[in-house]
């Protein structure tokens, strides 16, 4: 495997079901994100993590709940979500945070209906 | 007001045209400014980034910024249908790692 992957690509899930989204960079990055993608809106930043620790949390309902085990793997528990919440959600990973120039590498996407 | 202001299109080109996407910016403080480009069902991936204002090319592909406009600009010269995607601009200042997008264009180029 290469760069960044998320499992699974597809996902359909009631409002009342939990469920995880996975992802892992193989870049040797320290800094990883999870970002949401609607129709006609701009990716919005969900959370930021560097070397394990979360940095950033972008007012995101408490039914996300991220958890970085290590700088490689990141995931996004979902629990008792809206059909709001349907969009792609995308993982990115970077060098670092601390950096000015700071190219994120994004994987495919995880495409989340909820019913 | 948005941070990132960008036209989300659909933009449709014949194959040869010179194409002309662009971001307006609230945010003075902004630094480095980036245009990704997202193929369906594909992430997000890096094309060109620059600092400062001026022009940087790369190939067909030219970025353009204007801090004194608060203005992006990306031109795609003899565009190819393989060029069809969407294009994010993307901005950012210090060093948060954190990036403001524009809503993406999506560009179509018919053969």
């Known amino acids: 495997e290469t760069g960044v992957t998320q499992t699974p690509r597809h996902l359909v899930m009631g409002m009342t079901n939990k469920k995880s989204l996975k992802c892992e960079q193989h870049?040797?990055?320290?800094?990883m994100y999870w970002y949401k993608q609607s129709a006609k809106k701009p990716l919005e930043l969900m959370f930021v993590?560097?070397?394990?620790?979360?940095?950033e949390n972008n007012s995101v309902p408490s039914r996300f709940s991220p958890e970085c085990p290590n700088s490689s793997h990141l995931f996004l528990h979902l629990h008792t979500l809206q059909p709001e919440d349907s969009a792609l959600y995308l993982c990115?990973?970077?060098?670092?945070?601390?950096?000015?120039?700071?190219?994120?590498?994004f994987g495919p996407g995880t495409r989340l209906t909820v019913l | 007001q948005k941070e990132v202001e960008q036209d989300p299109g659909p933009l449709s080109v014949p194959e040869g045209a010179i194409v002309s996407l662009n971001c307006t910016y609230s945010?003075?403080?902004?630094?480095?400014f980036m245009w990704y480009r997202q193929y369906s069902r594909k992430g997000p991936e890096l094309l060109m980034y620059?600092?400062?204002?001026g022009n940087k090319e790369d190939g067909r592909f030219t970025a353009q910024v204007d801090k004194s406009s608060k203005y992006i600009s990306l031109f795609i010269r003899d565009s190819q249908p393989s060029d069809s995607a969407t294009y994010l601009c993307?901005?950012?200042?210090?060093?948060?790692?954190?990036?403001?997008f524009g809503q993406g264009t999506t560009l179509q180029v018919k053969p």
């Open positions: 990115a990973s970077s060098q670092g945070v601390g950096y000015s120039y700071n190219e994120q590498f």
């Open positions: 870049l040797g990055h320290n800094a």
């Open positions: 993590y560097s070397l394990e620790e979360r940095v």
């Open positions: 945010n003075s403080a902004f630094q480095y």
């Open positions: 620059t600092y400062s204002s």
């Open positions: 993307a901005m950012g200042s210090g060093n948060t790692g954190k990036l403001i």
